[in-house]
């Protein structure tokens, strides 16, 4: 049985001195060409902490408008990067990366036409990220170096061992050595993907959920989200199988294609799973 699992679409705007003192941004094209028929006119932009950045997006030029005042409060130089997650439905979620390749400490603030207080931002829960760009004159196989700004925020929740997840579900086994700040098992995942090294991706995005898991989302060129085909639930290279607790199952109609579809209907049978779920919570779907 083959399956994809089933997570938001990401793609990384990298903001140069340019993109910062002005009010728009040009997606990937990959990303527009996929889902920007899905897309609304006008949207919000969530960051971590509450803080809405009201948006609208030209489709015939694949662009973001209205971007301006949120580079101004938020103080952006260029270098930073900016992750986007598409779930399909109104807004888009955001998170912000320094050019130290970690997640920021966001300022405890909200937009002026909030009427809400600012959520503040902790490893647990919504865990941690940073970023690794592969360097072309380096083969990389087996060890990634930690950023040390992700050190400074992250080392004391880190232990010796994690379990490293795919964007496909699948899994492998990873060490940390506190005393290189290296974390070691890679080769696992060129295994996984039938790769020789990890080279081929411009840069891998590693979220750390505060325990003892980390989830690799890796882009190419472009910055456009790679998801990779297969099943979470055969046995890799580790001989373990991924863990499945709770199952619902649903029947795909053709009206689920139609652009305005409203969602997926869950028979009540499963609405003591349904309850358990936050509004953004991840699930993979297997076919």
């Known amino acids: 049985m ?3 699992g089933l997570e938001a679409p990401k793609f990384v705007k990298i903001l140069s001195r340019k993109d910062v003192v002005g009010d728009e941004l040009k997606i990937p094209s990959s990303f527009c060409t996929q889902f920007g028929e899905r897309i609304r006119s006008k949207f ?3 960051l971590r902490t ?23 409060q938020f103080d952006f130089k260029g270098g930073e990067m900016l992750v986007f997650e598409y779930f399909g439905r109104l807004d888009f979620n955001l998170s912000v990366l320094g050019t130290n390749c970690s997640e920021i400490e966001y300022p405890l603030m909200v937009n002026s036409f909030q009427t809400c207080k600012p959520v503040r931002v902790k490893l647990v829960p919504g865990g941690w990220r940073f970023a690794k760009f592969m360097d072309p ?3 990389i196989y087996d060890e990634i170096d930690l950023p040390l700004a992700f050190l400074n925020r992250c080392a004391s929740a880190l232990y010796y061992h994690f379990r490293m997840v795919l964007s496909n579900g699948k899994n492998f086994l990873a060490r940390y050595d506190r005393d290189s700040s290296k974390i070691t098992g890679f080769h696992s995942m060129c295994e996984i993907l039938g790769l020789p090294d990890l080279n081929s991706f411009h840069m891998l995005l590693f979220t750390f959920d505060g325990y003892l898991k980390f989830d690799i989302s890796a882009f190419d060129a472009n910055m456009f989200e790679i998801v990779f085909p297969g099943s979470p639930i055969r046995c890799g290279v580790t ?17 689920h294609m139609e ?15 349904c309850s358990m779920w936050g509004r953004n919570d991840y699930i993979v779907a297997y076919c």
Do not use: W
């Open 50 to 72: 509450g803080f809405l950045v009201p948006v609208e997006f030209d489709k015939r030029r694949g662009v973001l408008m209205g971007l301006g005042s949120f580079f101004n």
């Open 2 to 4: 083959e399956s994809f």
């Open 44 to 46: 919000h932009l969530k």
């Open 137 to 139: 004159t380096e083969k």
């Open 259 to 273: 652009r305005y579809c409203y969602g997926v209907d869950i028979s009540t049978e499963y609405m003591s799973l």
């Open 239 to 255: 001989g373990e199988l991924a863990v499945v607790s709770s199952r619902f199952k649903i029947k795909v109609q053709p009206f």
